[in-house]
């Protein structure tokens, strides 16, 4: 193998020391971290032009197909009205033969907040129209899409979800929580091994143009598995994919543990191009939606039950966790995250003490007293700064109406706690790129507007700490720690380089940032025009 030295940057490690101006690269791996003047001898020198360097993004949760296909539809997180996302459809009609797909949409762009058929059949009628939420756990469509769907009055409610029906019975439009997998399976139906290939070719291009070296896929299915095994076996998938299998509430305890047998299958298996790490459950849905599980209700009085009770959930968590599998459980309402520390605890009784690092996503509202809890129980805080952005606010705080407002989105409060704090994306459901998802943690301002002013700015954090989580604590968090995630000896040679240094500069540089070149085990993935 050929050493290389990277000299003349300024290199950020997310270890300690914080800084360097050299590494040398040998067979994939950091075999030199410091000043220059110490480099050992190199077979090949890459002058940098003294730009920032970082360790590579692990966007530690993230959706992989679903962001392909996002990347490749109508787009309406920031169309602000009813109108403009009539207008869109209209303007993308002519574009599409047999249905249309957007997503990105949010609540209070429709006044009163409750989307119908009728809207959309005003811009679009003769075909099909599917739009999911901007949060992915609702889907809005119009009449003809209702009659492809096959629901009617008569169609029962799934577990865990709500087909919304007007005063005579009849379904409106909007599919909320798990009524959407009548859409996904239909959408699974008709999608093409060929469009789902597209799809992972659009992700890993985004991703390496981003500094992203590494993705952790929280929803994978048996179309996702096949989809990355292909893409990893005509070298399209540099990078690094683990996965976390999706387990659904079936209402039966026998189905629902023949899911987390297939995953401990999976995980047993050495898959080419994608690591499934274990398990990934929704205990509740979203704020925005007045559907994540509150222990207080709702600003207008109403409240969610959790979509996996706890006589369901429990024997699944403690049969994961008795497999060896991560767990990682969706909990945006402090009713959800205290049921699946609840499940952890319950399971670490049942199987006693062993090594295991399970997760939970999102905490946009836990108790207080949770943070140290997790920390008590080793369970890591994922969490997703970018949908704290205050363009997409105003909703999420009009749902709850009090006080609680006042401790959204607190990712301070975990790593206070000594809680391991990942960040990632929950691409599509939020922008993708890691630059943007550091600028909010960093600084709790909007990248989507940055003329709103600052709000809660006692839980941004230093610029270290929040590049920190994207990178070191992300890789951290699927138990790569040890060997990937910073910039020293002995670690995988994933970095990134910039063309502005955000210390320098200021964060909100990071708004116009461009990565340009992007190495994973020190080979060059991605170079910028």
Known sequence: MTRTLYRNARLFTADDPQW??????????????????????????????????????????????LMGSALGQIGLTDARTLGEIQERLRAARPHATDELYGGGWLFDAIEGGAPTAAMIDAAVFDIPVYLFANDYHSCWVNSVALVRLGITRDTPDPIGGRIERDADGEAT????????????????ALTTDAQRDADVDRVVAAYLASGVTAAVDMALEEHGLAALERAAERGALPLRVDAHWFILNTGQDAENLAQIARAAELAAQDLPGVRVLGIKLLVDGT??????????????????????????????????????????????GDAASTLALDAIEHAIATNG??????????????????????????????????????????????????????????????????????????????????????????????????SLPTVQPQYAMPLDRALAHATRDAAASVGDGAWRGRIAVGQAADFAVLDTDPFVEGESSLLTARVVRTFIAGREEYAAE
């Open 287 to 332: 704020i925005d939606a007045c559907t994540a599980a509150m222990r207080h209700p709702y600003a207008d009085g109403s409240n969610a039950e959790t979509i996996w009770p706890a006589e369901r959930l429990l024997p699944v968590i403690a049969a994961a966790d008795a497999a060896g599998l991560q767990i990682a459980m969706h909990a945006i």
């Open 20 to 65: 360097a101006d050299a590494v040398v690269v040998d067979d994939g791996s950091f075999v030199f971290v410091g000043a220059e003047t110490d480099a050992p001898a190199c077979d090949r020198t890459v002058d940098l032009g003294g730009r920032f360097v970082l360790p590579g993004f692990t966007d530690a949760h993230t959706h992989v197909l």
């Open 353 to 450: 003490d062993r090594e295991r690092r399970h997760r939970i996503e999102h905490l946009e509202y836990a108790a207080p007293g949770t943070a140290e809890r997790m920390s008590r129980l080793g369970v890591t805080a994922s969490m997703q700064p970018v949908h704290a952005d205050l363009a997409i606010f105003a909703n999420w705080s009009a749902q709850l109406g009090d006080e609680r407002v006042d401790r959204a989105f607190a990712w301070s409060e975990y790593e206070d706690a000594g809680a391991l704090l990942a960040f990632s994306t929950d691409a599509p459901t939020a922008p993708f790129a890691a630059l943007t998802n550091v600028y909010v943690a960093a600084t709790r301002s909007s990248a989507l507007d940055p």
């Open 173 to 188: 439009g909007m599919l909320y929580e798990t009524a959407l997998q009548f859409a996904w399976a239909h959408r699974d």
